[in-house]
Nanobody, 125 residues
Framework: QVQLVESGGGLVQAGGSLRLSCAAS????????MGWFRQRPGKEREFVAA????????WYADSVKGRFTISRDNAKNTEYLQMNSLKPEDTAVYYC??????????????????WGQGTQVTVSS
C-alpha cells in the first residue's frame, strides 16, 4: 500500500503561482504513474496531469496545458505540480494519486488506486 500526503496549497491572486508537493511512502513500486486531480465546487473530480516513473512522459488536461508542470523526484519519493498563471477557475481541492501500472495518458480516476487527502487551492480574482 502507498500513503500519499499533499502540501503546498493556499490562497493566491489570479496570475500568481503555487507549487504542490506529494510525498509517497510505503510500497512505492505502486507509484509507476503519478498524477494530480482536482475537484471544483459542485463538480466531479477531474484529471489535471500525470507523469511516468522516469518522468519522460507527461500528460496534461487541456485546461492547464502551458500553465502547469508536473515533475517527480524518485530519490525523494515526491511529485510536484508547479502551477503558474493561476485563474479563479483553478480553485479546487487538488489530489495526488498513484497507480502501479497503466498508461500515463489515461485520464480516468478509476485507474488510480492510491490517493492523498487533498489540499485546497483558492485563486482570488
Amino acid at each position: 500500500q502507498v500513503q500519499l500526503v499533499e502540501s503546498g496549497g493556499g490562497l493566491v491572486q489570479a496570475g500568481g503561482s503555487l507549487r504542490l508537493s506529494c510525498a509517497a511512502s510505503g510500497d512505492t513500486s505502486r507509484t509507476y504513474v503519478m498524477g494530480w486531480f482536482r475537484q471544483r465546487p459542485g463538480k466531479e473530480r477531474e484529471f489535471v496531469a500525470a507523469i511516468s516513473w522516469s518522468g519522460g512522459i507527461r500528460w496534461y488536461a487541456d485546461s492547464v496545458k502551458g500553465r502547469f508542470t508536473i515533475s517527480r523526484d524518485n530519490a525523494k519519493n515526491t511529485e510536484y505540480l508547479q502551477m503558474n498563471s493561476l485563474k479563479p477557475e483553478d480553485t479546487a481541492v487538488y489530489y495526488c494519486a498513484a497507480k502501479g501500472s497503466g498508461s500515463v495518458s489515461s485520464q480516468s480516476r478509476y485507474e488510480y488506486d492510491s490517493w492523498g487527502q487533498g489540499t485546497q487551492v483558492t485563486v482570488s480574482s
